[in-house]
Nanobody, 122 residues
Framework: QVQLVESGGGLVQAGGSLRLSCAAS????????MGWYRQAPGKGRELVAQ???????NYADSVKGRFTISRDNAKNTVYLHMDSLKPEDTAVYYC????????????????WGQGTQVTVSS
């Protein structure tokens, strides 16, 4: 099993910044990708940003130029630095990891964090 523990959410005014962290632990052989998704009230979960083990990144168009995803492979930790926050960024943010585990390294499993609330006031 793999556990993802998130931190860093909170309340911020529009134009402000926040940094989210997510640390993975457990039976991890290799993490292929880590990312952040978000879900606003009444909406579906959407990809915000993703980073692969080789360093390639992928961002939603709505956050390009404002959010930066980074990763510390040694610590199995992913960060999301959010600048120029807007009220429409308000959502629960979920960490996601795509993991190969010891004993089943040919398979990839997806794990989710518990979610952290980000609220941006206007």
């Amino acid at each position: 099993q793999v556990q993802l523990v998130e931190s860093g959410g909170g309340l911020v005014q529009a134009g402000g910044s926040l940094r989210l962290s997510c640390a993975a632990s457990g039976s991890i052989f290799h993490i292929n990708a880590m990312g952040w998704y978000r879900q606003a009230p009444g909406k579906g979960r959407e990809l915000v940003a993703q980073i692969f083990s080789g360093g390639n990144t992928n961002y939603a168009d709505s956050v390009k130029g404002r959010f930066t995803i980074s990763r510390d492979n040694a610590k199995n930790t992913v960060y999301l630095h959010m600048d120029s926050l807007k009220p429409e960024d308000t959502a629960v943010y979920y960490c996601n990891a795509k993991v190969q585990q010891y004993g089943a390294i040919r398979l990839e499993y997806a794990y989710w964090g518990q979610g952290t609330q980000v609220t941006v006031s206007s």
